[in-house]
């Protein structure tokens, strides 16, 4: 076991201030119309009507919410509108009668809608804005900010299947109000020539959905997971599903994929089997030039147990121009969070690698198993313990406790032995890395290298810690000739470390019969 120290430059965005919704450059504000200057008054009238409409749209709320959630969508983009014509008044002191026109017909139609309704006390169907500019979805479905009258709109962030669902819902149900989410820039940014106020274009993955719209589920670690899959009754198995993404463009182009897996154990594995039914590992598809998915990486690997993050390189995977990916598979997996990379990997990196000078294997207990949220996966609570385990031992020889840095220091076989309730005190020496060069970070990674046994009933040699593994075993329980590799120094190892011995119980029969006498007598 050991600590990797990575070292390489750090990726330093322009620090620009960028206290404004991102807004997409191609923002269609109506034809060109000849009249009157628009005046700073103007705008402040503007939004003075945006802020009437808004009292009226909350009126409406106790007649119809329905129509006041839509109409409350609208208005919030209203109001981002108003802020940047008048942003835009400021920088270039004008703005086109035009552009003002179609924000204060836009008004105009909400207040209407949010009067009619009012007054006659009845639930009706509000309609959308009328030219769909601004911010909101085109004519063909495309969300984001700015007009968009064609598909293909790679600005701002649309999930799910369904383009009129699309339409129709609400946007603040699609990207909850403070999400962060990771973008890329379209164009070159430079805070010399940025200003606050300047709109730009970026793109983040779109249409991400399995049945429906899943993308606000896998924007963050925050174990809400797109699991919209029946489960079946043996643990592990699920229906087949399919998790849909569409990726933004890069000739080097890998997922981070964290999540965790509720997999089937040994027993699980055998009634499957039973009953005629195989687990399917994640495949990764992508799209021919005739639109049909393809499988071009056969298992892209399972995040084991806990939450984890995998990682799975597309470079050279995608079969035509389409940047379309999906996930299938029939096991239960959870992703929490997926991230895209397409940097050029060309970085500098430099790679130190520290051996621990401290590697303790001691006995503490087992931590408090609970869950934050009443949902899995369980998570553990360091600081409180119990001494009263969950699971049997496995009889065997463990290693004794004390130092095993000698046993760590490489993968040889050579193994440091815990028993459930152990723990292993693992210390390093950061001052025997080399300074940073200026502009550098430091990221640590601890390798460790081993093999965990289940219990399960029905596993292989589940009751006792033998026979030990080793790399290059074909398979467990392995059979001769096949055999731990006994060298010397490994026959010195087993001697002097594992010394700590676990035995069954043998019980006490005069002890048993004793009871055995005293409970009929209870009776």
């Known amino acids: 076991m050991r600590l990797m120290s990575f070292v390489r430059p750090a990726v330093v965005a322009s620090a620009l201030a960028f206290?404004?919704?991102?807004?997409?450059?191609?923002?269609?504000?109506?034809?060109a119309q000849s009249g009157s200057a628009v005046t700073s008054t103007d705008i402040q009238r503007l939004q003075d009507q945006v802020y009437d409409a808004g009292n009226e749209v909350s009126r409406l709320r106790s007649h119809d919410a329905a129509l006041a959630d839509r109409l409350q969508s609208q208005v919030d983009d209203l109001r981002d509108e108003v802020i940047y014509l008048r942003v835009k008044m400021r920088k270039e002191g004008s703005v086109s009668r035009s552009e003002y026109n179609d924000v204060?017909?836009?008004?105009?139609?909400?207040?209407?809608?949010?009067?009619?309704?009012?007054?006659?006390?009845?639930?009706?169907?509000?309609?959308?804005?009328?030219?769909?500019?601004?911010?909101?979805?085109?004519?063909?479905?495309?969300?984001?900010?700015g007009t968009s009258s064609t598909s293909g709109s790679n600005a701002g962030i649309s999930g799910g299947t369904n383009d009129s669902a699309r339409q129709t819902a609400p946007r603040r149900n699609e990207i909850p109000s403070g999400q962060e989410i990771?973008?890329?820039?379209?164009?070159?940014?430079?805070?010399?020539?940025?200003?606050?106020?300047?709109?730009?274009?970026?793109?983040?993955?779109?249409?991400?959905?399995?049945?429906?719209?899943?993308?606000?589920?896998?924007?963050?670690?925050?174990?809400?997971?797109?699991?919209n899959f029946e489960l079946h009754k043996i643990r592990g198995f699920a229906d087949e599903h399919t998790l849909t993404m569409k990726l933004p463009p890069?000739?080097?182009?890998?997922?981070?994929?964290?999540?965790?897996?509720?997999?089937?154990?040994?027993?699980?594995?055998?009634?499957?089997?039973?009953?005629?039914?195989?687990?399917?590992?994640?495949?990764?598809?992508?799209?021919?030039?005739?639109?049909?998915?393809q499988?071009?990486?056969?298992?892209?690997?399972?995040?084991?147990?806990?939450?984890?993050?995998?990682?799975?390189?597309?470079?050279?995977?995608?079969?035509?121009?389409?940047?379309?990916?999906?996930?299938?598979?029939?096991?239960?997996?959870?992703?929490?969070?997926?991230?895209?990379d397409t940097s050029s990997g060309n970085l500098p990196m430099r790679l130190t690698r520290l051996d621990p000078t401290v590697a303790e294997l001691r006995w503490r207990g087992f931590s408090l198993e609970h869950s934050p949220d009443g949902r899995q996966p369980l998570t553990y609570d360091y600081k409180q313990i119990s001494f009263t385990s969950p699971w049997k031992v496995m009889t065997g020889r463990y290693t004794r406790e004390?130092?095993?840095?000698?046993?760590?220091?490489?993968?040889?076989?050579?193994?440091?032995?815990?028993?459930?309730?152990?723990?292993?005190i693992l210390s390093f020496d950061a001052g025997k890395l080399p300074p940073l060069p200026a502009g550098w970070t430091r990221t640590f990674l601890l390798y460790a290298d081993g093999f965990s046994k289940e219990m399960d009933i029905?596993?292989?040699?589940?009751?006792?810690?033998?026979?030990?593994?080793?790399?290059?075993?074909?398979?467990?329980?392995?059979?001769?000739?096949?055999?731990?590799?006994?060298?010397?120094?490994?026959?010195?190892?087993?001697?002097?470390?594992?010394?700590?011995?676990v035995t069954s119980n043998v019980p006490n029969i005069a002890l048993e019969l004793v009871t055995h006498d005293l409970l009929s007598t209870n009776k």
Request: no cysteine.
């Open 458 to 501: 029905n596993s292989a040699s589940p009751d006792q810690v033998g026979p030990l593994p080793f790399h290059g075993m074909t398979r467990y329980p392995y059979s001769w000739p096949e055999r731990y590799p006994l060298t010397p120094a490994r026959r010195k190892y087993l001697e002097t470390y594992n010394t700590r011995v």
């Open 402 to 424: 004390g130092d095993v840095r000698e046993l760590l220091r490489s993968s040889d076989d050579i193994f440091a032995i815990s028993r459930p309730g152990d723990e292993f």
């Open 295 to 340: 499988t071009v990486i056969e298992n892209i690997g399972i995040p084991v147990g806990r939450p984890q993050t995998i990682v799975v390189d597309l470079s050279g995977k995608f079969l035509s121009a389409s940047r379309e990916v999906r996930i299938v598979t029939n096991m239960r997996i959870y992703w929490d969070q997926i991230l895209v």
């Open 182 to 227: 990771d973008v890329r820039i379209e164009r070159e940014l430079s805070s010399e020539t940025a200003q606050v106020e300047d709109r730009f274009v970026a793109i983040t993955m779109v249409d991400l959905y399995q049945g429906n719209d899943v993308l606000k589920r896998i924007l963050k670690i925050d174990r809400q997971y797109p699991d």
């Open 250 to 293: 890069g000739e080097r182009t890998r997922l981070l994929l964290t999540g965790w897996t509720d997999y089937a154990w040994s027993s699980d594995n055998l009634a499957a089997s039973q009953s005629g039914k195989a687990l399917s590992l994640p495949a990764l598809q992508v799209k021919d030039k005739q639109g049909q998915w």
């Open 104 to 145: 204060r017909s836009r008004v105009d139609s909400i207040r209407s809608q949010a009067r009619t309704d009012s007054a006659s006390s009845s639930n009706r169907q509000g309609s959308g804005s009328g030219s769909g500019s601004g911010y909101g979805s085109g004519s063909s479905g495309s969300s984001g900010y």
């Open 19 to 31: 206290a404004t919704p991102v807004f997409a450059q191609s923002g269609n504000y109506g034809s």
